[in-house]
Every structure is written in C-alpha cells, then in structure tokens.
T-cell receptor, first 115, second 111 residues
Framework: GAVVSQHPSRVICKSGTSVKIECRSLDFQATTMFWYRQFPKQSLMLMATSNEGSKATYEQGVEKDKFLINHASLTLSTLTVTSAHPEDSSFYIC???????????FGSGTRLTVV | KQEVTQIPAALSVPEGENLVLNCSFTDSAIYNLQWFRQDPGKGLTSLLLIQSSQREQTSGRLNASLDKSSGRSTLYIAASQPGDSATYLCASPSGTYKYIFGTGTRLKVLA
C-alpha cells in the first residue's frame, strides 16, 4: 500500500519553456505532498509542501513563481517549472505521508534536462 | 535545526560481507527515522522505519537500530550481494513533517 506514481520519469525541454510534473497517490488519499530536488551527488532538498485545496508552502530560497504547485485533489499534486533554464536541470521527487504505515513514500522521480 | 550526517560517504565491499552504515542526527527529539535505498537515476525505496519508541527494526537481511540519546542510527546489511549496490539514505523529520536527509552512503558490492 501507499504507492506514489510520478510522471514523466524523464523530460528534456528547451530553455524558456515550461514543464509539468505529476505526482499521484494511487491507493490512498494524500492531503499533503512534498516536492524535493536533488542535484548530482547531493542529498534531497525539500522545495515545497503541497496542501490539497490551499496554497503551497515554499522553503526559503525557492521561487514560488518559478515552481508552481497545484494540489487540486486528494490524489494529485503537480509541479510546473516555468520558463525553465539549464540551471533548473535536476532530479525532482515527490513524496506523501504513508498514513498509518508511518513515514513517507516517494515517487520514482523525474529527471529534468533543460537544453 | 535537525542535521543528518552519514558515514562513510562511499563503501566498497566483496560479496558476502556483513556491513554497517552509520547515520547521525543532531536533534534527538525525533518522531522517527527512515532508511531508504536509491538506485542511480531512480526514486527512493523505503527500507525500514523506526519510530521514536523503538530501538530497532528488521526486514530480511536488513536491521536498523536507533539510539536517540547518542543521536545515532545504524543500518546493518547481512551477507551483502551485488544487488545491494545503491545509495542508502537516512532521513528524520524536523518539526512535524519536514524530512531532513543525510548525504547518503554509496555502496558497491563486488561480485
């Protein structure tokens, strides 16, 4: 139980375009989801907390106008990287609480490459 | 503010060896500590979760311990196999939900 599906797994886009990443909880409802970014050989850094039906909470240093988060339902959160630039190239991973299982379950990640 | 450190950063062992990965945290008032496995270019797979009231958890060849007083957790892997090669991450919440991750230990098990 507590499976999170993330799509796409890999995307290449041109500089200046926008990319949307989806994160779905398949067998449970997730009122809160989290978005992380991981640069090569570094650990995961929390970008923002996505709350169903309300605005996301962003970590210090993360541009909310660049990384748009929408959590319109209890099973879907999306992260849109707007006007992407090469420095936005990274591995993005979402997660959600596992509820009664405790801890968190993570999506399979999205490798974004901006060229 | 919680800080999580993992030692060693990288480890290479021959197949069949037992090994220990270390995780240290600064704030002992933790709710839980979770160990993950990450394969190259992939997401995270949860291995073990230890609640603050527990001292250890076991799953197959894996055993994780938690010592809050010393701010340490260990992940013990018995009879290592090449398929165990991956990066192992520990994480603990800071506050109620914000997970703070260690930098990971890159494990390579040689056949």
């Amino acid at each position: 139980g507590a499976v999170v599906s993330q799509h796409p797994s890999r995307v290449i886009c041109k500089s200046g375009t926008s990319v949307k990443i989806e994160c779905r909880s398949l067998d449970f409802q997730a009122t809160t989801m989290f978005w992380y970014r991981q640069f090569p050989k570094q650990s995961l850094m929390l970008m923002a907390t996505s709350n169903e039906g309300s605005k996301a909470t962003y970590e210090q240093g993360v541009e909310k106008d660049k990384f748009l988060i929408n959590h319109a339902s209890l099973t879907l959160s999306t992260l849109t990287v707007t006007s992407a630039h090469p420095e936005d190239s990274s591995f993005y991973i979402c997660s959600a609480s596992r509820g009664e299982l405790g801890g968190y379950t993570f999506g399979s990640g999205t490798r974004l490459t901006v060229v | 503010k919680q800080e999580v450190t993992q030692i060693p950063a990288a480890l290479s062992v021959p197949e069949g060896e037992n090994l220990v990965l270390n995780c240290s945290f600064t704030d002992s008032a933790i709710y839980n500590l979770q160990w993950f496995r990450q394969d190259p270019g992939k997401g995270l797979t949860s291995l073990l979760l230890i609640q603050s009231s527990q001292r250890e958890q076991t799953s197959g060849r894996l055993n994780a311990s938690l010592d809050k007083s010393s701010g340490r957790s260990t992940l013990y892997i018995a009879a290592s196999q090449p398929g165990d090669s991956a990066t192992y991450l520990c994480a603990s919440p800071s506050g109620t939900y914000k997970y703070i991750f260690g930098t990971g230990t890159r494990l390579k098990v040689l056949a």
